[in-house]
Every structure is written in C-alpha cells, then in structure tokens.
T-cell receptor
Framework: QKEVEQDPGPLSVPEGAIVSLNCTYS??????FMWYRQYSRKGPELLMY????GNKEDGRFTAQVDKSSKYISLFIRDSQPSDSATYLC??????????????FGQGTILTVHP | SAVISQKPSRDICQRGTSLTIQCQVD?????MFWYRQQPGQSLTLIAT?????????ESGFVIDKFPISRPNLTFSTLTVSNLSPEDSSIYLC??????????FGSGTQLSVL
C-alpha cells in the first residue's frame, strides 16, 4: 500500500464546474499538507499549503484536511480552462519538511473544457 | 517564491552515457533537493544537497548512480550515470525558502534510447 493514494483520473469537466480532488494517506505523523499544480513540461507550482486539520481558502481554491480520516481535498470553484493541469497532493511530518522530504500522490490529470 | 533555473530542459541520451543537470537559484539557500518524476508515478526525493558536505541519499538511490555537487549556496548539479531506458524521467531541482514550502524548477525531461 502506498503512503499516499491519489486517483490519477483523468478528470474532465465543463467550464464553471466545481472540481473535487482527493488524497488519502496512511502515515498519521503527517502534519503539513500541500497541493501543487503542474502544467505540461513545467515543474510543480505550490497552490495551497495547510498545517494540521481544517480548511483554507484562496480565491477559487479551498483545501480541506481531515486528519482523523487521513483524507485531504482540494476544491476548485468556477473551474476555468486555464485550470487544466495535473494536481499533486503532497505531505510531510515535521522533520521531513526540514529536509525537503515530501511524500507525493500520483497526481490527478484535470481537463476543463470550454 | 524562488526563481530556479534548470538546464537542460530536455535531452535524449544513449544508453551507457551520463547526463549532468544544472540547477541555479536566484539567492542563497542552505539545502537543495533533487526529485525524480517517473512516467505515471509520484515525485520521489533522490537526495538532499548541502553546501560543503556530501549529499544525503534516500533509500534506493546511490552516489555512484546519482553523483551530486554543491559548490556554493546557489548552485547544484545532479549527474545520472550509466544511463538505461529505466532512467527516462523528469528530474527536478527544488529549494525550501519559506519553511516547509518547497519550490521547484521546471525540470529536465530525460529520454534514454
């Protein structure tokens, strides 16, 4: 079993839809949770960063962390064609972040069509 | 965020040769990290490069295959040696500038024939 499980998709939605992306994990020591967006032929770009449980909102993006269920989500409201990318969840424990060691999900390929 | 320049952006190499990837950061950082992204797979940390000391490798990665240099606080290289088709991946340099937040370069797409 992988430490972090993420449905690779692909996921295709119409413009304006609400997108829900999810990851589950098995390591209860994870405390830092991130979502990265990766466009084709580009490096991952940090989108959302959350410490411990709770919600965080930034514009059209909302990140949720439920540590009791070991489950994190990213919601994209009013999705746009420019949101088409691969979305990667990543997480680490307190020590891991100090050494750049993130555990990534496989990534979900999202396409938003006009 | 950090500005991270990686070269080359892509290369096609023959089996048995080596490829050296360069990573330049716009300001000084203590640690630089090298990741591998295999097709359809998660990003995996290869090693951590500290200036003035040997790199620290993760399980499954060895110095003979992935030698790393870190001559100063803004630059690092990763060499992938004795290439085989299984080494075909994207290799990414990353830095931590704001505590717990990793920033990545654009990556190097390596194809081995």
């Amino acid at each position: 079993q992988k430490e972090v499980e993420q449905d690779p998709g692909p996921l295709s939605v119409p413009e304006g839809a609400i997108v829900s992306l999810n990851c589950t994990y098995s390591n209860s020591a994870f405390q830092y949770f991130m979502w990265y967006r990766q466009y084709s032929r580009k490096g991952p770009e940090l989108l959302m960063y959350t410490y411990s449980s709770g919600n965080k909102e930034d514009g059209r993006f909302t990140a949720q962390v439920d540590k009791s269920s070991k489950y994190i989500s990213l919601f994209i409201r009013d999705s746009q064609p420019s949101d088409s990318a691969t979305y990667l969840c990543a997480m680490s424990d307190a020590g891991g972040t100090s050494y750049g060691k993130l555990t990534f999900g496989q990534g979900t390929i999202l396409t938003v069509h006009p | 965020s950090a500005v991270i320049s990686q070269k080359p952006s892509r290369d096609i190499c023959q089996r048995g040769t080596s490829l050296t990837i360069q990573c330049q950061v716009d300001s000084q950082v203590t640690m630089m990290f090298w990741y591998r992204q295999q097709p359809g797979q998660s990003l995996t940390l290869i090693a951590t490069a500290n200036q003035g000391s040997e790199a620290t490798y993760e399980s499954g990665f060895v110095i003979d295959k992935f030698p790393i240099s870190r001559p100063n606080l803004t630059f690092s290289t990763l060499t992938v040696s004795n290439l085989s088709p299984e080494d075909s991946s994207i290799y990414l340099c990353s830095v931590d500038r704001t505590n717990e937040k990793l920033f990545f370069g654009s990556g190097t797409q390596l194809s081995v024939l």
